[in-house]
């Protein structure tokens, strides 16, 4: 659907506009990580942003993602509301404790009486070729563990409106954006997230699902690019008849449970599409979230379409026979059928 | 310590084969890649990490090391790789993603392992240092000979596994040493700006081993320093902390426009390029003749030829091959 006056932006300049308007909105927002004063982000997410508001504001950091993340808590629970960035989320190796013993812990353990207004941004995914420790999704290691919010979005209108909601919640958010995604022209460009995002700021409730796509047949529930996958997947379903619903979860944690459960009442028919690894994961999560509930409403077993339990492979044959595409749910979707 | 003719003659013949290898990756990186550049594109996909300039480091430490000794390597590892003797074939292979690389395609460019030289990388900032100090645990605990050399670059002192595993080494006594090449650079972030001490030798104090800054990018100081430092670990004295001054000739990665540089950074630097001073001072200094200078370099192309002939030539793994080699 095209708008009047529509201005479409890629995600990294929608992630760049939120952090701007809430950085003028809000004195106690500032930036922190690799890369993002004079280079703008690696990801091109905070281009721009050192010469409105300085590098005390813009902050790079030396290559110490312990010491800058754990600093990130320690501000944010003093009353600041940092954004810092880990540039590949595959690095929260040498940082987790940081993480996930203290920024998402510190509200509970203080039994309330402390805040952590922080985000974590952080880049997922492959596709390029840029082998196992710069490909990874790992959603379900974060949604996992309690005590911090997760969001993904698929667009840039999403993007915008999650980040705006990420920098104003009193809680940790985990923001994880797609590499594929961003616009980045090195990096390929995906046109379905490069959508119309309005100019004034807004939020995208933190915990709620969108439907992409309306359908009777068959639900696809997928976040980040998998949503695109499922949109091209459910063209090609179309033709042969099917309707598919396509869900964009957008949240990890929280989960909207009820739109998942809701979607597949009416189809009877799901398929989970995730760049993560396929055990222990968001799709198994999905289907646990659906079965558990309620399963006469399943007309065959739930199926997922999800990365190898493998860790990423370099060379471009190998990484593209193990990342979900569209053919492959389409697959799964004739594998139900005969199921 | 001074190096012999042949250790000399060695060095810059090591020298020369990693400019040319990385001189033809840099070619055949952009294959498939113009007019839109896209990383995902190309005969030589993904992210590439190119050493120009730094490879006065790589040669002057590693003329000192044997087949066994151990190096664990960075993101930026060809130089290193092809000192320590990695087979260039198998590694210009993996660098393509073939079936007949070292890795058969699974690890590319940033994850070079030859176990033939005990040569190993990791793309993680700083996580290289563990790994070598644990390969010198585990040759004393043999009781067999080896030192080990993580190789790093100036951003990863800020990280975490710097600072525990120097001072695991140097408590331990183990033959480690640590060489931090200060290419000047973290990505787009200066040392000036991310590192709180002018030069990292100082922090050697902070463990108790002997500290060295080596100015100059010079193969001839870098081989006398390093020399002392592996002869100290052999002995069993304990590790060693090195830092090389050395320049970055190319971005950080392909592709990189270095926008975040100073204006006329750049200058001079060429100029200052270490092969073609270390030619001059071969001659000036009697140890060679242009002659076989130049048959050097003629025998290192070749050698480069005939590895990205190797790897053009090799198949690719068959998809299915991701799944395999998970557990050992
Ligand atoms: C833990 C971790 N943080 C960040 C990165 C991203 N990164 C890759 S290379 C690089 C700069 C490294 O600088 P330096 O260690 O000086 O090596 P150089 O690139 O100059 O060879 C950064 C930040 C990473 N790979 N690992």
Redesign the interface.
Known sequence: MTQSNERKLTIARSMAEALAQEMRRDEKVFVMG??L???GG?YGNTRGLADEFGTDRIR?????E??FIGAAVGAAMDGMRPVVELMFV??F??CFDAIYNLMAKNIYFSGGSVKVPMVLMTSTGG????????SQCVYGTFAHLPGMKVVAPSNAYDAKGLMTAAIRDDSPVVYMYHKGLQGM????TEEGAIVHTPEEDYTVPIGKAAIARKGTDVTIVSLGIGVHHALRAAETLAEGGVEAEVVDLRSLVPLDRDTIRESVAKTGRLIVVDEDYSSYGVAAEVIATVVENEITNLKAPPKRVAY????I??????????LPNAQKIVAAYKELQTA | MSPSRDELLWMYENMVTSRRFEEAIAKIYFEGKTPVFNMANGTIPGEMHLSDGQEPVAVGVCAHLKEEDIVTATHRPHHQAIAKGVDLKRMAAEIFGKKTGLSGGRGGHMHIFDPDVNFACSGIIGQGMGPAAGAALSRVLQKKPGVAVAFIGEGAVNQGAFHETMNLAAVWKLPFICVIEDNAWGISVSKRESTAVERNDVRAAAYGVPGHYIEGNDPYKIYDIAGEAIARARAGEGPTLIEVETYRLAGHFMGDAEGYRPEGEKDGLFEADPIPKMRARLIADGDATEAALDEIETKSQARVDEAIAFARESDDPAPEDALTSVFA
Do not use: K, N
């Open positions: 690799e890369d004063a004079a280079l690696v790079d950091t030396p290559i110490s312990t010491a595959d690095f190796g040498v596709g390029y070729s840029d082998a196992g420790q710069h022209g090195w990096l390929g190898p339990d493998v860790p492979p370099f060379a471009r044959v190998m990484e593209q026979f193990c």
